[in-house]
C-alpha cells in the first residue's frame, strides 16, 4: 500500500543545532507539504513543492527550509534550532488534479528544542 | 484574506447523541473545497469528509455529515449517534481551487470529548 512516512517520530535537540526531519511518500504525488501543529494554532504551513525542484514558502517559513530532489522526498531542515520550533511537525501530499483532493498525512515528528 | 474559524476549542457530548462542531471560512474565491480531519489520541491525521463550494446536496460520509451554508460560508460537521471511538481533534481545512494553488487552509481545531 502507498504511504507516507516520516523520521524521526521523535526528536530532543538543543538551540543552536541543525535538524532535519525527513519525509518520503509512495503515493506518487507531485504536491507535498509540512505544516506545524501547536495548541491553540491549529495546522500552519511552513513549506510546500508542487514538483521536484519546486519548494514554496508557507505562513511561517521562517527558520526553516526544504529542498525536493526527487517526487518522494521532501526533507525539513531547521538551520539553527530555536525553542520557539518545539512542535509537532506533520508531512502531508495529494495529487494533482484529483478528486476530492485530500491531504495525505505521515504520522508526525515530535520536535523538542532545549 | 483566506481563513478558517473553529469556535468552540472544546466540547461534550453524550454517547449517542448527535454533535455539531462548527466551522466557518472566508475566501474571495468562486470555488475551493471543504474538508473535515479526525486526529484522535494517536496523533494521525484522519480524512472524513468532503464538500465542494458548488455541491449542491450537503455531504455525507456514514455518520458523518456536512452541514454546507454557503451564504453564511459555514461548513460544519455532524456527527450522528456519538461514540466513545469519536474522541479526537477534529481539524476544518479549505482548499481555495481558482487560484490554482493547492495549498490547503486549516482551522484551529475542535477537542470533542464523548461521555459514556
Known amino acids: 500500500d502507498a504511504e507516507i512516512t516520516q523520521s524521526p517520530r521523535h526528536k530532543i535537540t538543543e538551540t543552536g543545532r541543525q535538524v532535519t526531519l525527513a519525509c518520503h511518500q509512495t503515493?506518487?504525488?507531485?504536491?507535498m507539504f509540512w505544516y506545524r501543529q501547536d495548541l491553540g494554532h491549529g495546522l500552519r504551513l511552513i513549506h510546500y513543492?508542487?514538483?521536484?525542484?519546486?519548494?514554496n514558502k508557507g505562513e511561517v517559513s521562517d527558520g526553516y527550509s526544504v529542498s525536493r530532489s526527487n517526487t518522494e522526498d521532501l526533507p525539513l531542515t531547521l538551520e539553527s534550532a530555536a525553542s520557539s520550533q518545539t512542535s509537532v511537525y506533520f508531512c502531508?501530499?495529494?495529487?494533482?488534479?484529483?478528486?476530492?483532493?485530500?491531504?495525505?498525512f505521515g504520522e508526525g515528528s515530535r520536535l523538542t528544542v532545549l | 484574506a483566506q481563513k478558517i474559524t473553529q469556535t468552540q476549542p472544546g466540547m461534550f457530548v453524550q454517547e449517542k447523541e448527535a454533535v455539531t462542531l462548527d466551522c466557518t471560512y472566508d475566501?474571495?474565491?468562486?470555488?475551493?473545497?471543504l474538508f473535515w480531519y479526525k486526529q484522535p489520541s494517536s496523533g494521525e491525521m484522519i480524512f472524513l469528509i468532503y464538500?465542494?463550494?458548488?455541491?449542491?446536496q450537503n455531504a455525507t460520509e456514514g455518520r458523518y455529515s456536512l452541514n454546507f451554508q454557503k451564504a453564511r460560508k459555514s461548513a460544519n460537521l455532524v456527527i450522528s449517534a456519538s461514540q466513545l471511538g469519536d474522541s479526537a481533534m477534529y481539524f476544518c481545512?479549505?482548499?481555495?481551487?481558482?487560484?490554482?494553488?493547492?495549498?490547503?487552509?486549516f482551522g484551529t481545531g475542535t477537542r470533542l470529548k464523548v461521555l459514556a
Open positions: 513543492s508542487y514538483g521536484v525542484q519546486d519548494t
Open positions: 464538500q465542494g463550494s458548488y455541491d449542491q
Open positions: 481545512a479549505m482548499r481555495p481551487w481558482a487560484s490554482g494553488t493547492y495549498k490547503y487552509i
Open positions: 502531508a501530499s495529494s495529487e494533482t488534479g484529483g478528486f476530492p483532493g485530500e491531504l495525505f
Open positions: 503515493w506518487n504525488h507531485n504536491n
Open positions: 475566501t474571495s474565491d468562486p470555488s475551493y473545497g
